[in-house]
């Protein structure tokens, strides 16, 4: 038994670097990524019926349309940077990347900080993941495979975060007075207990964490096989030298702790108000009170405004990425959703009525989730497509007298698969890794070879266990 266990690891082990091999030499760059992704869906807007106008239209107006989340993002590893970079936190990572004994088991120890991380906040994860990996790299007797240890930090945001308190959808659909007025009447109101609160619910996210860390054993390279950070110049770079004394009375200020005290207080006051007025976990899912607390923190950890604007400047090109892509996919958005064929049915409604039409009641978890997750490959919203999908996806919903609920959690979990293999929602670790998304995707796709199969079954088999539950309004 313990060769044959031996074998299947070496096997799936070999087979990891092969596609991590195949991804480096013909993955493309994630901005060429994203500009296949703009014009294969223009012509298929085209294709079903959209005038050429309509759809350059659609994609000039939505091209801007994600900005405040762009910079939402870029401010993500700015904070995190400006955090970890800290004297005080840095010596906190350091002490959690003691724990592993070895590189494989690193790179499980990533993959399930990650994920666990990602069920509170999937920004998080991605910032806190990927500073463990760097903190985990310096320890060079471990020989961890940089690229899969990378990958495995980036496992919180695809295999679990939408089954969290950090769902989009979930949040939305618990809080009657951010729903606009066509999905309320459609849906009601689902609070937690009857989406990510599910017993199913629960037992599927437990299933899809235990399995992540065992494809992430089985296929972490190990010793001679096994790429070390030394080997990407990128990721390899020195870190920032503490700042100069001050020359000039100029300076003074940038070395003084004043300023920070002063815009500490207001900072941490406005904070302290958000989270006594609001519970926690709703506090810490929007991503500006997060970004905002990660700012003011680094601020105040670093102590000395030079200290924290020389954090800053290293953080700063890591975002490049992110600033540059994010724009293109508002465009594939507003293709999808804007740009109207015959009869005046964009491509994304043509999809959900596709998928709608075949299902059955018990079918319909299965055929949702095929649904969502192709959709989630071009339109990668982190749930923000939930608003333009739910009102018709829902009511299929309603008609078949499927669970509501469980409807909302099979968006969630298969919205969740593409993002295994769209460098997308990767830019953020990368910047913070300093690697490329064919660095890292040759290991998620074997995840995403393992979750494809086993998400859709578990969909359909646990949502025949649920009943239907007729929308409850909210009262007055």
Not at 185 to 195: I, K, R, Y
Not at 219 to 242: L, V
Not at 267 to 284: Q, R
Request: glycine share 8%.
């Amino acid at each position: 038994m313990s060769d044959q266990s031996q074998s299947r690891e070496g096997a799936l082990a070999r087979a990891a670097l092969k596609c991590a091999g195949w991804a480096e030499r013909w993955f493309p760059d994630a901005y060429v990524f994203a500009v296949l992704g703009v014009v294969i869906v223009a012509v298929a807007v085209m294709a079903f019926g959209a005038t050429p106008k309509a759809a350059v239209s659609a994609f000039g107006d939505g091209y801007w349309s994600l900005i405040p989340f762009t910079m939402q993002m870029a401010f993500i590893v700015i904070g995190g940077y400006a955090v970890a970079s800290a004297p005080v936190v840095s010596r906190f990572i350091d002490l959690l990347a003691r724990v592993p004994k070895s590189g494989r088991g690193a790179v499980v120890y990533v993959a399930l900080v990650s994920m666990l991380a990602s069920l509170l906040s999937w920004g998080f994860s991605l910032v806190f993941g990927g500073l463990l990996v760097r903190a985990l790299a310096r320890r060079t007797e471990l020989r961890m495979d940089y690229r899969a240890a990378g990958a495995a930090a980036y496992l919180g945001l695809g295999a679990v975060w939408a089954m969290g308190l950090s769902s989009s959808a979930a949040q939305l659909q618990a809080n009657p007075a951010s729903m606009p007025p066509g999905l309320l009447q459609v849906t009601g109101v689902l609070p937690f207990t009857q989406t990510i609160f599910l017993p199913q619910s629960i037992l599927l996210t437990a299933i899809l964490i235990a399995v992540s860390l065992l494809v992430a054993w089985l296929t972490a390279p190990s010793g001679a096989a096994a790429r070390t950070i030394s080997e990407f110049d990128e990721a390899n770079k020195a870190e920032a030298t503490a700042p100069a004394a001050p020359i000039r009375p100029g300076e003074w200020l940038e070395h003084s702790p004043l300023l920070t005290v002063l815009l500490s207080l207001l900072a941490f006051g406005w904070l302290f108000s958000e989270f006594a007025s609001k519970p926690v976990v709703t506090a810490i899912a929007n991503l500006n009170t997060y970004n905002f607390l990660f700012l003011a923190l680094g601020l105040l950890l670093h102590w000395r405004p030079r200290s924290f604007l020389n954090a800053v400047a290293k953080a700063v090109p890591s975002t490049t990425g992110v600033l540059i892509q994010f724009p293109l996919y508002g465009g594939i958005a507003s293709l999808l959703t804007k740009a109207a064929g015959s009869g005046g049915e964009t491509l994304a409604h043509r999809l959900s009525q596709l998928f709608v039409h075949v299902a059955s009641t018990d079918s319909f978890a299965l055929v949702m989730g095929v649904y969502s997750a192709v959709l989630g490959f071009f339109v990668p919203s982190g749930g923000g497509k939930w608003l333009v999908e739910a009102p018709y996806v829902m009511q299929a919903a309603n008609t078949l007298h499927a669970h509501l609920g469980w409807a909302v959690q099979v968006y969630n979990a298969a919205e969740a698969l593409p993002n295994l293999i769209n460098p997308f929602w990767m830019l953020p670790l990368l910047g913070v890794l300093g690697l490329k998304a064919r660095d890292i995707v040759g290991f998620t796709f074997m995840q995403l070879l393992v979750h494809l199969p086993l998400v859709l079954g578990l969909l359909w088999l646990l949502g025949m266990t649920l009943d239907y539950v007729p929308p409850v309004m909210p009262a007055g």
